[in-house]
């Protein structure tokens, strides 16, 4: 554990509670119980050791392992299952040895009877760990949740933030439009027609950017559209140096999601850190299939280094992240590939 770990850990308030806790609920125990854990004739006031350690035992189990795997998956039929199964399975051992052990034979069944409700049984007793630690854990669990929740929510909106600003900084920034502007301004020379088609898009992307800045996620098919006008406004600028083919293996786009303006980054990363020239073109694949949307194209870096916020991907990665908990998957060889996740439209 290097010193940072180590500094993040005493500064950790949840930790210090637990020990806290624990330190309290352990020192409650009487010292003479402890020299024979199934004598009840002693210390009928405090809890007994058996009740204590099934007590930790079953708070941590149900906290950090049966309402995680069971509960948040919306299976409750297996989650009460499993925890009755916790709860029985001790409290039928406990008791089958104080029975056989310490009852006599002919006093089994009214032995049976009483210990069900014994001062130290697990389920009924005086002072149940069952009950204590279900309410206790169940209570800890959610508190826990609701806090990441809180704090998911907040990272969220801190990337939101940046992201609205990496997108105003990118596209809607006097360098993006004065580019565009002067290929428009060419074009009315050349072609009107097509400097009206140019313009048409232009408007699409810098309303599509505007309206997307409000959202969390799109559509699928949105950002797929939306690629389309900003890779012709690419191939207008710069010729036949950058070529962009789209492969689409899946059908029903609506139905999936993906933060706004990330595969257009990633198009724009390919322009902005390659070279390409209309001798020897720079071809880029973006394919669409069920692994996710990958785009793929050959280094060829610039020589002069190119500015960059250097967030952009980030960014995108860490949105992915906080939305979905998947990662964002990279290849940096003989070429750059870089492939989002799709994101169910049911999250």
């Given at each position: 554990?290097?010193?940072?770990a180590l500094k993040?850990?005493?500064?950790?308030?949840?930790?210090w509670?637990?020990?806290?806790?624990?330190?309290?609920?352990?020192?409650?125990?009487?010292?003479?119980?402890?020299?024979?854990?199934l004598?009840?004739?002693?210390?009928?006031?405090?809890?007994?050791?058996?009740?204590?350690i099934?007590?930790?035992?079953?708070?941590?189990?149900?906290s950090?392992?049966l309402?995680?795997?069971?509960?948040?998956?919306?299976?409750?039929?297996k989650?009460?299952?499993?925890?009755?199964?916790?709860?029985?399975?001790p409290?039928?051992i406990?008791?089958?040895?104080?029975?056989?052990f310490?009852?006599?034979?002919e006093?089994?069944?009214?032995?049976i009877?009483?210990?069900?409700?014994?001062?130290?049984?697990f389920?009924?007793?005086?002072?149940?760990?069952?009950?204590?630690?279900?309410?206790?854990?169940?209570?800890?669990?959610?508190?826990?949740?609701?806090?990441?929740?809180?704090?998911?929510?907040e990272?969220?909106?801190?990337?939101?933030?940046?992201?609205e600003?990496?997108?105003?900084?990118?596209?809607?920034n006097?360098h993006?439009?004065?580019?565009?502007?002067?290929?428009?301004d060419d074009?009315?020379?050349?072609?009107?027609?097509?400097?009206?088609?140019?313009?048409?898009?232009l408007?699409?992307?810098?309303?599509?950017?505007?309206?997307?800045?409000?959202?969390?996620?799109?559509t699928l098919?949105?950002?797929?559209d939306?690629?389309?006008?900003?890779?012709?406004?690419?191939?207008?600028?710069?010729?036949?140096a950058?070529?962009?083919?789209?492969?689409?293996?899946?059908?029903r786009?609506?139905?999936?999601?993906?933060?706004?303006?990330?595969?257009q980054?990633?198009?724009?990363n390919?322009?902005?850190?390659?070279?390409?020239?209309?001798?020897?073109?720079l071809?880029?694949t973006?394919?669409?299939?069920?692994?996710?949307v990958?785009?793929?194209?050959?280094?060829?870096?610039?020589?002069?280094?190119?500015?960059?916020?250097?967030?952009?991907?980030?960014?995108?990665t860490?949105?992915y992240?906080?939305?979905?908990?998947?990662?964002i998957?990279?290849?940096?060889?003989?070429?750059?590939?870089?492939?989002?996740?799709?994101?169910?439209?049911?999250?």
């Amino acid at each position: 554990m290097n010193k940072e770990a180590l500094k993040r850990f005493i500064r950790n308030r949840e930790v210090w509670g637990h020990l806290l806790l624990w330190v309290l609920l352990f020192s409650s125990l009487n010292v003479s119980w402890t020299t024979n854990w199934l004598y009840r004739g002693e210390s009928y006031e405090s809890l007994g050791p058996l009740s204590v350690i099934y007590f930790v035992l079953f708070f941590y189990g149900n906290s950090l392992w049966l309402l995680p795997r069971y509960f948040k998956r919306k299976t409750w039929y297996k989650y009460f299952l499993m925890l009755g199964m916790v709860v029985a399975i001790p409290e039928l051992i406990r008791s089958s040895i104080v029975v056989l052990f310490y009852t006599p034979k002919e006093d089994v069944l009214m032995g049976i009877y009483w210990e069900i409700f014994a001062r130290d049984s697990f389920v009924f007793g005086m002072i149940s760990p069952v009950w204590v630690g279900f309410f206790s854990s169940s209570a800890y669990y959610f508190i826990k949740n609701w806090n990441s929740s809180n704090r998911k929510i907040e990272q969220l909106e801190m990337e939101k933030l940046s992201m609205e600003l990496n997108l105003l900084k990118s596209q809607i920034n006097p360098h993006f439009l004065f580019n565009n502007l002067n290929a428009l301004d060419d074009l009315i020379d050349r072609d009107k027609q097509m400097a009206r088609e140019y313009l048409h898009r232009l408007s699409k992307i810098l309303r599509y950017s505007i309206s997307s800045m409000e959202n969390d996620v799109v559509t699928l098919q949105e950002e797929w559209d939306f690629i389309d006008d900003y890779i012709y406004l690419i191939e207008e600028r710069f010729g036949k140096a950058y070529q962009f083919e789209k492969i689409q293996e899946i059908d029903r786009l609506d139905h999936y999601l993906i933060p706004p303006a990330s595969l257009q980054n990633l198009v724009e990363n390919v322009v902005k850190h390659n070279q390409g020239s209309i001798q020897d073109p720079l071809k880029t694949t973006i394919t669409l299939n069920e692994k996710g949307v990958e785009v793929n194209n050959p280094k060829r870096l610039k020589q002069r280094g190119v500015s960059s916020l250097g967030t952009g991907l980030k960014n995108v990665t860490s949105r992915y992240r906080l939305l979905t908990n998947k990662e964002i998957e990279i290849v940096d060889g003989d070429a750059f590939s870089v492939t989002l996740p799709l994101i169910s439209e049911v999250v």
